[in-house]
């Protein structure tokens, strides 16, 4: 993972604590580097967060915290009591990443470790809104996939993801047979409103655009996320553009024509 997204979640962790960089006060800052490349990119980050305190006078203290396939090698948990502990106390999360090799995932060190940890810290503090910046640099425009005429008027993307609702927290089971499964989706109204609360806030500082992606010609989640987004825009978001998307078409049109 990048550090850029890890400080992001610095930062918006700090937002939604009402304690915004701002402040002259301290920020205590629960560092979980994890597994893999984490621990290599924490390093960085952390680095990061240093220059942060140089240009804005903003000082944090962290403190790590093992979460993941290290955790369980110390503790036997991927999710310790004593990481949620801290994390709750603490003014912002800074996380690295979680999971070990394929060929081991069914091991007991690696077995559900994203489902036991991202997703109980996602739970525990509510964290419903992921983001997911995509830009492309003009310095750095050689280094893009697409072709230089689909990236010449630029590529500003944020893509933003509601994380607490959903499959992932619906009910998961297999049957005792092994040859069928089921896996449940479901979102509230509320839930939907969060994310798109944040899209919508997010836009009138950007392009003033929202397209809201979705399987709605199948899926009636899909459906239920379009009627609050139309609820939510005559109300009181009716100054930003918003379009439906699907997300077949979708997929497309990020390479075809991210500008």
């Not at 397209?211 to 459906?223: F, I, P, Q, Y």
Request: proline residues 4%.
């Amino acid at each position: 993972r990048r550090a850029a997204p890890m400080l992001c979640r610095v930062a918006c962790s700090l937002a939604r604590s009402g304690r915004g960089l701002s402040s002259a006060a301290t920020k205590n800052v629960a560092v979980l580097p994890g597994d893999g490349i984490g621990p290599e990119v924490m390093d960085e980050a952390l680095k990061v967060l240093a220059a942060v305190t140089k240009v804005s006078g903003v000082t944090f203290a962290t403190k790590t915290h093992l979460i993941g396939g290290a955790a369980f090698d110390a503790t036997g948990e991927h999710y310790p009591d004593s990481t949620r502990q801290a994390c709750s106390a603490a003014d912002a999360i800074l996380f690295g990443s979680i999971g070990g090799p394929t060929e081991e995932s069914h091991l007991p060190k690696w077995a559900n470790a994203e489902r036991n940890a991202l997703l109980g810290l996602r739970k525990d503090f509510t964290l419903a809104v992921n983001l997911r910046p995509a830009v492309v640099y003009p310095m750095l425009a050689q280094l893009s996939p697409l072709r230089p005429d689909i990236i010449a008027k630029g590529v500003d993307i944020l893509v933003v993801r509601e994380l607490v609702g959903g499959i992932y927290f619906g009910e998961h089971k297999t049957a005792a047979d092994g040859k069928s499964a089921v896996d449940v989706m479901e979102y509230s109204a509320d839930q939907i409103r969060v994310a798109l609360k944040f899209a919508f806030e997010a836009a009138r500082k950007r392009s003033n655009k929202v397209t809201v992606v979705d399987k709605a010609n199948v899926l009636d989640c899909s459906r239920l996320w379009r009627s609050v987004a139309q609820e939510m825009h005559a109300a009181a978001y009716s100054d930003v553009k918003m379009d439906f998307m699907l997300v077949d078409n979708a997929a497309m049109q990020i390479i075809k024509n991210p500008a």
